[in-house]
């Protein structure tokens, strides 16, 4: 056997096992996080969630799931993107890994090591005080233990995440505390009852 032979059977091996263990760990993390979130209370007042799609897809070993929620509301400008954005930074991201701006028919703009060098808030940023088309930001969430990316689209009703949590149950909480901003408050990743607020008239 060469060595060349060995060296890429240790590699395809130590690779292999590294994929299985991150999907077990996935799992087992799903799973943790599903009991705990099935044990929160719910709120007696109306959600502000009509619908969410979930979808899922591969980027190398990693399994991305995407959850498009439509809100039981009016369509939100780009000042209340703003606001949301500066909200989710300050309650539940540790650093801020990425912040860009989509104009209709282009492609996103980075902008977020332009924005860290600035050390100013995103309400405060020169580059979002021009109305965009999507705004978007990522980091590692605290209240998911998990990495995230939260679209908004101007002057629709949809907000998509991205995570790895595979958790319908534990996204939907994580939704209802983003639009209530009630992130360090004892409502956090709670859930209101009633699941079917009136759609409202565009």
Request: net charge negative; hydrophobic share 40%; aromatic share 10%.
């Amino acid at each position: 056997m060469s060595p060349l032979f060995s060296i890429l059977t240790l590699a395809f091996t130590f690779f292999a096992c590294s994929a299985i263990y991150t999907i077990m760990y996935r799992r087992r993390l799903a799973k943790a996080n599903e009991i705990q979130a099935s044990d929160k209370p719910m709120l007696d007042d109306i959600s502000y969630i009509q619908d969410m799609q979930h979808l899922s897809g591969t980027v190398g070993f990693l399994v991305w799931q995407q959850y498009d929620i439509l809100l039981a509301t009016h369509p939100y400008d780009w000042l209340t993107m703003v606001d949301w954005a500066s909200y989710i930074e300050a309650e539940d991201l540790d650093s801020l890994d990425s912040l860009r701006i989509a104009s209709p028919g282009e492609g996103e703009v980075e902008l977020v090591h332009i924005y860290n060098q600035n050390k100013v808030g995103l309400k405060d940023f020169d580059r979002l005080k021009e109305e965009q088309g999507s705004l978007s930001i990522a980091g590692h969430s605290r209240a998911l233990n998990d990495s995230v990316k939260i679209v908004w689209y101007n002057q629709l009703r949809i907000v998509r995440i991205f995570t790895q949590t595979n958790n319908e149950t534990l996204i939907r909480r994580y939704a209802e505390t983003l639009i209530r901003r009630t992130f360090g408050t004892p409502d956090a990743m709670k859930l209101a009852k009633n699941q079917h607020a009136p759609n409202p008239d565009m």
